[in-house]
Each structure stands twice: as structure tokens, then as C-alpha cells.
């Protein structure tokens, strides 16, 4: 099944370099995960964590957004968009898990190694870790988390939301402190972690806004507890990581405040679309084979044949159509950023990844729930994988946040809204 052909979508926007990993990355699916599913399952040691070595080190993709200059690809301009979305529904064909790692790894090298905000010092600093090293390395995030105590005089993006990290100043050094921080990912083994804090004094030139820090995973003072039990994205080893007096240089301050943070948003949620439209290629092929060759008892008929089977499995197709369509449709605003900018309009794009990213996981859970249905005790059987599509789709909803603060970012932009 070529499932990069498998729905409409404007391929006029890729580069043959596009088509070409396109398909590197179709054979690295077939060979390294799908055709060892049935052996091994979600076994980490056996089946993801070599096919993570093929793909990060192996294929080069973690290098993908460094500069020539530090070792990497060199694709590193706005137009990387056009070339994400696609590699990135590959990849999560094979693994939605394995996708998700590499979209949150790359969110965060965003923030610093992408041409419109590079940071040479600081890409000198981190790029080894993905570009010389023959390891996996693993970003990860540890965002604001949603509470109750809303803080009315934040910047918006910030309200309703609390930050468990705090950092000062001493000299050249940054010192962050907080107990119990959940990362979005990899908390067991994420090589660097962008960490969110609030800061304890003014000394930080932005005031009070929210700054974000880079640490290293071994610096001193950070210390990671117990893997937590997950349900879902099985190549996420995460858990809780504890900072007491944890030190790095000033130059790990990546950012401070809203539009940046919004900015680095944008790709994470492109790339959790992409990961997420190509965890509904893998069901959609296995629902494909399933009304290839199940006969209804008593019709005699296939069971794509029957009227209201046929009309279901219609409403997955259509369901994947649109996402896939709003997925590149996001890719191509998000590479042409400079002409959202010149326009004063650069809130459009974190809107429209923000709105893509909830309709498509949305519209993905009811394609799974309709498709498993349909499948009878099958769709909920571990041995037809459709059952882990679904548990990894609600584990990134819950890590993508609430539905109802999002709501208010869009009511917040969309009506005007002043004190949501």
C-alpha cells in the first residue's frame, strides 16, 4: 500500500528532495516497524528503540534542522514546513510514538535553530548532541501547566496556566529550582529539556514574563524518578525530573515571553498533525484490508460491499481527506511566515496550527472509534494494532492540553475577547 498517494493533497508543494526522504522514509516504515509489529508489539528494547537508532542517527533525521555550520542538513529555513508535513505522516504511519518524540525534539530546536531566530552560540552548544554523536537524542518540554489559579495581569497566552519551574539570575549563570515537573516527553532519557519557569526577581529584561531555559539531561541537580505507567505512545519513556540549584550559562535563556513561546507552538502543532494524520494512514490500511476480505455471514458479500459498512468506512476517508488536506494547507502558511510577518499578521499562523491540530486530532479519534466499530472485537484486539493508533491519539490529545482554555485563545482572537 503506497500511502503517500493515498489521499488527495497539493503535491506540487514538495521538492523531489521532499519525495525522495518521502519515500526513504516509507521503506525505513515498512522494514524497521510495520513488518516486525506482529513479533514484537510495542516491545521498546526490541522493536522502537532500534527503529528510533535507524531513523534519528542511522537516517540522519535528527539532524535535519542544524545548520552546515554545526554538522547537520542545513534545513533550517521556513520552508522546512513543506518538507515536515509529509515525512512526518511517514513516520507516524510506522510509530505515532516515535513521531510525536521527533516533533516535540524539533519544536524545541526551533526556538533557536531556525534561520528567522538563529541563536549561532547557542546551536554551537547543542547541535553536537544530535549531529556527532552516534546516539539517539531526544528534546523535551516541560510546558506551563493548566490549574486553577489563573493569573488575571498575565499575558494571555499564559492565563489559567501555572509555572512550576522558577530561575534567577547569578552572575553568568541561570539557577532553576522545581520538584515534580512532568515533561511532555522522554523525562527517562531526553538528552536537553526546554523548561518554562517563572522568574523569582527582575533581573530577567523582560520582567516577570515566563522565560525559556535550556538544561542539558546530565546537569548537576536535575534528577529523574521512576518511568511513569502510560497507556499510550509506548517509545516515550517519561517521567517526573526534579531541579534543585540546577546551574547553565545565561546563554541557555532561549526566550522570554508570549510571541515566541507561540511561535515554537506553531511547529509542534504542525508536526502533531502530521504525526497524527499518519497514525489514520496505518488504520485506514488496516481497515482497507479488513473489508477486502471479510465476507458478511449469510450476504455472501465482501464487507466493503454493504451498503452501511461502505458508509462508515466513507466517513474515515473523508475524515482523513480533510485532514490531510488542512495539514498541508498549514504547512504552506507556515512556510511563507515571512509574508504573515510583513503584514503585521503573524497570529494567524499560530491560530490556524492551533485550530488544525484540534480538528484533526478530533476528527482522528472519531475515525478510530467509527473504524474499531466496524471491526467488531477485532478493532479492540492487540493483534490488528488499531487498538494502539486510538490509546496513542488520546494520549497526545491530553499532552496537546484542555480543549475548553484553547477554545478561549481562539474566542480570544476570533471575537476580541479582553478578559477571558
Known amino acids: 500500500m503506497d500511502s503517500f498517494n493515498l489521499r488527495p493533497y497539493p503535491q506540487e508543494m514538495l521538492q523531489e528532495s521532499d519525495i525522495l526522504l518521502v519515500r526513504t522514509l516509507q521503506q525505513w516504515a515498512e522494514t524497521e516497524v510495520i ?14 528503540k532500534p527503529a528510533m537508532r535507524k531513523l534519528f542517527v542511522d537516517l540522519e533525521l535528527q539532524n535535519m534542522i542544524w545548520p552546515e555550520s554545526c554538522g547537520g542538513i542545513g534545513l533550517n529555513k521556513q520552508d522546512v514546513a513543506r518538507t515536515l508535513a509529509p515525512a512526518l505522516e511517514q513516520v507516524g504511519r510506522a510509530d505515532s510514538g516515535i513521531g510525536y518524540l521527533f516533533a516535540v525534539t524539533f519544536a524545541l530546536c526551533s526556538s533557536f535553530a531556525l534561520e528567522y531566530n538563529l541563536n549561532e552560540e547557542l546551536c554551537r552548544d547543542i547541535a553536537p548532541f544530535f549531529c556527532r554523536e552516534d546516539r539517539i537524542a531526544l528534546g523535551s518540554l516541560v510546558l506551563p501547566e493548566y490549574a486553577r489559579n489563573e493569573q488575571p495581569d498575565a499575558a494571555p497566552l499564559f492565563r489559567g496556566r501555572r509555572l512550576a519551574a522558577r530561575a534567577r539570575r547569578e552572575g553568568d549563570s541561570l539557577v532553576l529550582n522545581g520538584k515534580k515537573l512532568r515533561p511532555l516527553n522522554s523525562g527517562s532519557d531526553a538528552r536537553l529539556f526546554g523548561v518554562f519557569c517563572s522568574p523569582e526577581d527582575d533581573s530577567f529584561e523582560g520582567g516577570k514574563e515566563p522565560v525559556l531555559i535550556l538544561v542539558p539531561g546530565n546537569a548537576p541537580g536535575l534528577t529523574r524518578g521512576e518511568p511513569i505507567l502510560k497507556t499510550g505512545l509506548a517509545a516515550s519513556i517519561n517521567a517526573e525530573i526534579n531541579m534543585s540549584e540546577v546551574r547553565v550559562p545565561s546563554a541557555n535563556l532561549v526566550f522570554q515571553g508570549e510571541k515566541p513561546l507561540r511561535q515554537m507552538l506553531s511547529w509542534f502543532y504542525l508536526a502533531v498533525a502530521a504525526v497524527t494524520v499518519g497514525s489514520l494512514f496505518a488504520g485506514y490500511e488496516i481497515l482497507r484490508e479488513w473489508g477486502d476480505t471479510r465476507v458478511i455471514k449469510g450476504k455472501g458479500n465482501l464487507f466493503k460491499e454493504n451498503p452501511l459498512t461502505a458508509s ?85 490529545q491530553l499532552h496537546l492540553g484542555s480543549w475548553e482554555l484553547s477554545k478561549m485563545e481562539l474566542a480570544r482572537y476570533f471575537f476580541r475577547a479582553q478578559s477571558l
Open 35 to 48: 513488518s516486525r509489529r506482529s513479533d514484537h508489539r510495542e516491545d521498546y528494547e526490541k522493536l522502537l
Open 312 to 396: 462508515l468506512m466513507a466517513e474515515v476517508a473523508h475524515e482523513i481527506l480533510l485532514g490531510r488536506l488542512l495539514l498541508h494547507q498549514l504547512a504552506r502558511m507556515v512556510a511563507n511566515a515571512e509574508y504573515y510577518r510583513q503584514r503585521g499578521e503573524e497570529e494567524q499562523i499560530y491560530i490556524s496550527a492551533l485550530s488544525t491540530v484540534l480538528h484533526i486530532t478530533r476528527a482522528a479519534e472519531k475515525a478510530a472509534g467509527q473504524a474499531m466499530e466496524l471491526m467488531g472485537s477485532a478493532g479492540y484486539a492487540t493483534e490488528w494494532n488499531l487498538e494502539r493508533c486510538w490509546r496513542d491519539l488520546k494520549t497526545i
